[in-house]
């Protein structure tokens, strides 16, 4: 490059900077170039956004058919559950698609009369008229919190001639719930409440509703029975949320001593909601007759005077006296009774309802639990519970190995919303290039200025009388210099002119090297 060249400057600094600084500043510019090229192939490829998630499989099929048939870049992820389209066609994306009828959450609505064709049949109706109503309620279902999926069936049967031999109609509710989730008694009864109350002659008693494990959430049958008053429901609400008051204290103790995750707790309680009043009465202390009574009969004289044989004149008073007797004899008799008052004290206890009769706890740990943990583990759970065998409660604590499904359910789930961050991060990008190629170039002259050190400011005259040594030297460094020969090589006449244009410069230079050689 001739010496003339405009990043003759340039390179010369480069050329004076330290192998380290040379280092660290390539690597910068390296860095600087990778970003720069990673932002412009990100602003070619389109920009994808997370437009539906939480899908079924059947709605994630239609709906990358219909994206294909109109041209739409998309990429489905999360296990098949995630659809992402370009950001600037969102909202055009899910109006096209809402006019299909999708997502349509895995079921069929009420959208299946617009393709009816005009020779169905009667029974064909009835079973469309069935399959919607089943779909647009397991869509109602699915909105509500904590609730993944759902399906509904419904046994509408044949009207009857006779009011006697018609049957109830029937449903039954499958419920997915999220990873973790948990539906309230409430949430449960309004579901039941829903389902009766759009489906024309149908009773809460004829409703079941059950989640993905199997375990019934509602029963109508025994709820609604001529047995389950609103006292009844109540007394069961009071004890179910006994039970689950201490299933989450056990699972808060477990998780601290297994790990979350790591156990599952079942606590089954029995209460007696009967109202006892007991009378009690206890008598003072010693053996005491309560009552004593006593007969005394006296009778004196000689003779007994005999009456006249039984007869209706013995009755009527007008026979003769008996004879033989002289009328002289005494007769007296006496009764006497005693009554003693013994110390009575009478106690009535009336216990309230509620009490707990008998309680069961299951504990199920992940096999890698030892042993000897389990036994402590036993122990605990006994004493945190108030476990009285006495009264016949029970425990059970086994090991077995966890179905870990539900945990990468909520790890693909969380993966969902990584992806959407991502997505958000990537809109990002260009301005995060700016700023970094912005500090980039700034740490650059930061470390070219540094070397542009200045000249030490002048230091103010002592106003002392020099030694005559001193003079001597200030009069030879006064003297006029002898007149240098004139450089035959160029490079030399062109430095000697630069000193004399521009003698900082030169100074710094002199400077550096100073400084290279020392290090």
Same mark, same amino acid.
């Given at each position: ?111 299946? &009369?617009?393709?009816?064709? &005009? ?107 001529? &047995? ?292």
């Amino acid at each position: 490059m001739g010496e003339g060249s405009p990043l003759a400057p340039i390179l010369q600094r480069w050329n004076q900077l330290p192998q380290s600084r040379q280092i660290a500043l390539g690597a910068l510019v390296a860095g600087a170039i990778v970003v720069l090229y990673l932002v412009f192939v990100a602003s070619k490829s389109p920009n994808l956004v997370v437009a539906y998630s939480g899908l079924a499989p059947e709605d994630s099929a239609a709906i990358a058919d219909q994206l294909e048939k109109d041209g739409v870049p998309y990429e489905i992820g999360g296990g098949g559950s995630t659809v992402s389209v370009p950001a600037n066609k969102v909202a055009e994306v899910r109006i096209k698609l809402a006019q299909s009828g999708l997502p349509s959450g895995g079921s069929v609505g009420f959208e299946i &009369f617009d393709s009816q064709s &005009f020779g169905t049949t009667d029974f064909v109706e009835k079973v469309n008229y069935r399959r919607g109503l089943e779909g647009e309620l397991a869509r109602s279902i699915n909105t509500l919190d904590g609730v993944k999926g759902s399906r509904v069936h419904i046994v509408i049967p044949k009207d009857a001639l006779f009011k006697e031999d018609q049957k109830a109609t029937t449903a039954s509710v499958l419920l997915q719930l999220k990873p973790g989730g948990r539906l309230a008694q409430d949430q449960v009864q309004g579901i039941a409440n829903l389902v009766s109350n759009s489906v024309e002659g149908l009773d809460r008693s004829g409703i079941t509703i059950v989640d993905e494990t199997g375990h019934v959430l509602f029963d109508g049958a025994a709820t609604d029975s001529p &047995f389950a008053t609103g006292a009844t429901a109540t007394q069961m609400e009071l004890q179910r949320q006994y039970e689950l008051a201490l299933q989450r204290d056990v699972e808060s103790t477990l998780a601290k001593v297994v790990g979350y995750g790591r156990s599952a707790v079942t606590i089954r309680a029995r209460l007696n909601f009967d109202t006892v009043k007991q009378d009690e009465d206890t008598f003072g202390t010693g053996v005491q007759v309560r009552s004593s009574s006593s007969s005394t009969e006296t009778y004196t004289g000689s003779n007994l005077t005999v009456g006249n044989v039984p007869g209706t004149g013995a009755n009527d008073g007008t026979s003769d006296a008996g004879a033989g007797g002289t009328g002289n004899s005494q007769y007296s008799r006496t009764e006497t009774t005693t009554n003693n008052e013994i110390p009575r004290t009478t106690t009535s206890t009336i216990r309230a309802p509620g009490s707990l009769e008998k309680l069961s706890v299951s504990v199920v740990l992940d096999d890698s639990v030892t042993a000897a943990q389990e036994t402590a583990i036993t122990s605990a759970v006994a004493a945190a519970v108030g476990l009285d065998q006495t009264r016949g409660d029970l425990i059970s604590v086994t090991r077995l190995p966890f179905d870990v499904s539900v945990k990468e359910g909520m790890v693909m789930a969380a993966g969902d919303g990584l992806a959407q961050y991502l997505q958000y991060l990537k809109l990002l990008l260009p301005l995060l290039a700016v700023i970094l190629g912005f500090v980039l170039v700034m740490l650059l002259l930061r470390s070219l200025s540094k070397r542009q050190l200045a000249l030490p400011a002048p230091q103010p005259a002592i106003a002392l009388a020099p030694p005559p040594q001193v003079a001597a030297l200030q009069a030879v460094a006064h003297a006029p210099l002898p007149a240098l020969e004139a450089p035959s090589d160029p490079k030399e006449e062109r430095v000697l002119k630069l000193a004399e244009a521009n003698p900082r410069a030169v100074a710094d230079v002199v400077q550096t090297w100073m400084r290279e050689e020392v290090r």
